[in-house]
C-alpha cells in the first residue's frame, strides 16, 4: 500500500498537475480536516481515508490543469454548492493567484471552509453562507461540482458572472438532457471528458458563457 503523498502526487501527475511540497501538504491535511470535520457536521458521505483521496482530492485536481487552460490569469471565482469546499479549496490552494469564494446554504459548511481557510494559511479562500440567487458581486469564474440541474445552475448564478466570464461545471456522465434544455443566454462552448485516477466513473467539465446578443 502506497503513503498517501505517494497516491496523492501520481495521481496529480496523471492529471497533468505539479504539485509543490507545500501544496501536497495542503492538500493532504485538508483531506485530514474533511474527515475530522465529518465526525459531527456530515460535510460528506465519503468517511475513509482512501475514499477522499479519489472522490474528493483527485476528482477536484482534475479541474486544476483544464482552469489553468481557460482563465490562467488573475481573478475571483464563485464556487457554488461548495460543500466542505469541493472543487474550491483545491482550487484556492492550487491557484493562488485566484480569490476563491466557496458558497453554500448550509452554515456549517461554509464555516467548515472558513476552517480550512484558518489553519492551512490560504487568504485567498473564504467561506459564504447565502443563497445563490441573493447573492451580490461579480465572479471571473462560477464552478460547481454536482451542485444542480444545469438550467438551474446558469439561472441561479448568471446574474454574478460578467459578459466576459466563464462557467466551470463538473458533472458526471455527459448530461445530454440537460444540455437540451439549456437557456438561450447561455453558450457552451466545450465538453471536456477527464479520467480521474483510481476513480471508475464517468467525469466532464460542462464550460459556458453568456451568449453574445
Same mark, same amino acid.
Given at each position: 500500500?502506497?503513503?498517501?503523498?505517494?497516491?496523492?502526487?501520481?495521481?496529480?501527475v496523471?492529471?497533468?498537475?505539479?504539485?509543490?511540497?507545500?501544496?501536497?501538504?495542503?492538500?493532504?491535511?485538508?483531506?485530514?480536516?474533511?474527515?475530522?470535520?465529518?465526525?459531527?457536521?456530515?460535510?460528506?458521505?465519503?468517511?475513509?481515508?482512501?475514499?477522499?483521496?479519489? =472522490?474528493?482530492?483527485?476528482?477536484?485536481l482534475?479541474?486544476?490543469?483544464?482552469?489553468?487552460?481557460?482563465?490562467?490569469?488573475?481573478?475571483?471565482?464563485?464556487?457554488?454548492?461548495?460543500?466542505? #469546499?469541493?472543487?474550491?479549496?483545491?482550487?484556492?490552494?492550487?491557484?493562488p493567484?485566484?480569490?476563491?469564494?466557496?458558497?453554500?446554504?448550509?452554515?456549517?459548511k461554509?464555516?467548515?471552509?472558513?476552517?480550512?481557510?484558518?489553519?492551512?494559511?490560504l487568504?485567498?479562500?473564504?467561506?459564504? =453562507?447565502a443563497?445563490?440567487?441573493?447573492?451580490?458581486?461579480?465572479?471571473?469564474?462560477?464552478?460547481?461540482?454536482?451542485?444542480?440541474?444545469?438550467?438551474?445552475?446558469?439561472?441561479?448564478?448568471? =446574474?454574478?458572472?460578467? #459578459?466576459?466570464?466563464?462557467?466551470?461545471?463538473?458533472?458526471?456522465?455527459?448530461?445530454?438532457?440537460?444540455?437540451?434544455?439549456?437557456?438561450?443566454?447561455v453558450?457552451?462552448?466545450?465538453?471536456?471528458?477527464?479520467?480521474?485516477?483510481?476513480?471508475?466513473?464517468?467525469?466532464?467539465i460542462?464550460?459556458?458563457?453568456?451568449?453574445?446578443?
Open positions: 500500500m502506497s503513503a498517501p503523498i505517494d497516491t496523492l502526487r501520481a495521481g496529480a496523471a492529471l497533468g498537475v505539479t504539485l509543490s511540497d507545500r501544496q501536497s501538504e495542503q492538500l493532504l491535511a485538508y483531506g485530514t480536516l474533511m474527515l475530522k470535520w465529518n465526525k459531527v457536521y456530515n460535510l460528506t458521505a465519503v468517511r475513509d481515508p482512501a475514499g477522499v483521496m479519489t =472522490h474528493h482530492l483527485l476528482d477536484s482534475a479541474v486544476i490543469a483544464p482552469l489553468q487552460r481557460q482563465y490562467p490569469e488573475q481573478g475571483r471565482l464563485l464556487d457554488v454548492g461548495s460543500g466542505a #469546499g469541493l472543487p474550491g479549496v483545491i482550487i484556492a490552494i492550487m491557484r493567484d485566484i480569490d476563491v469564494s466557496c458558497l453554500d446554504a448550509v452554515a456549517k461554509a464555516a467548515f471552509v472558513q476552517q480550512v481557510a484558518a489553519e492551512l494559511e487568504p485567498n479562500l473564504r467561506g459564504l =453562507h443563497r445563490v440567487e441573493l447573492l451580490e458581486g461579480s465572479y471571473n469564474v462560477i464552478s460547481s461540482r454536482a451542485f444542480a440541474s444545469l438550467p438551474d445552475f446558469f439561472n441561479g448564478s448568471k =446574474h454574478l458572472l460578467p #459578459g466576459d466570464g466563464v462557467w466551470l461545471a463538473m458533472k458526471g456522465k455527459m448530461p445530454g438532457d440537460e444540455l437540451a434544455v439549456l437557456p438561450p443566454e453558450a457552451v462552448f466545450h465538453v471536456e471528458q477527464l479520467t480521474v485516477p483510481g476513480l471508475d466513473a464517468e467525469r466532464c460542462v464550460w459556458a458563457r453568456k451568449a453574445s446578443v
